[in-house]
């Protein structure tokens, strides 16, 4: 199996800034893509930042400019360096991968982190 652990959720004040980040673990031979969603309150889960293949990143218009995220391979770990927060971006955050595994065939697995809580106070 495969596993997405993030960390680094809290509460902060308006505008200040914090980092979250997600390892993957298990018998990867690859990851794709991985990158981060979001589901606030009430409200749909929806893409923030993600990594592709060429190293190209797409980011909601939401937080362009303010979130960026960015890749350790050698870790497989994602992280997102989020800036100016606002109350607004205040929802749980989910880890999103798609990994090849070293089995037979190689399989392919689009696999979910448990989510992380992130409140910005105004």
């Known amino acids: 199996q495969v596993q997405l652990v993030e960390s680094g959720g809290g509460l902060v004040q308006a505008g200040e800034s914090l980092t979250l980040s997600c390892a993957a673990s298990g018998s990867i031979l690859r990851i794709n893509r991985m990158g981060w969603y979001r589901q606030p309150p009430g409200k749909q889960r929806e893409l923030v930042g993600l990594d592709s293949s060429g190293g190209s990143t797409n980011y909601a218009d939401s937080v362009k400019g303010r979130f960026t995220v960015s890749r350790d391979n050698a870790k497989n770990t994602v992280y997102l360096q989020m800036n100016s927060l606002k109350p607004e971006d205040t929802a749980v955050y989910y880890c999103?991968?798609?990994?090849?595994?070293?089995?037979?065939?190689?399989?392919?697995?689009?696999?979910w982190g448990q989510g992380t809580q992130v409140t910005v106070s105004s």
């Open positions: 999103n991968a798609e990994i090849v595994i070293i089995r037979q065939g190689f399989p392919v697995y689009v696999t």
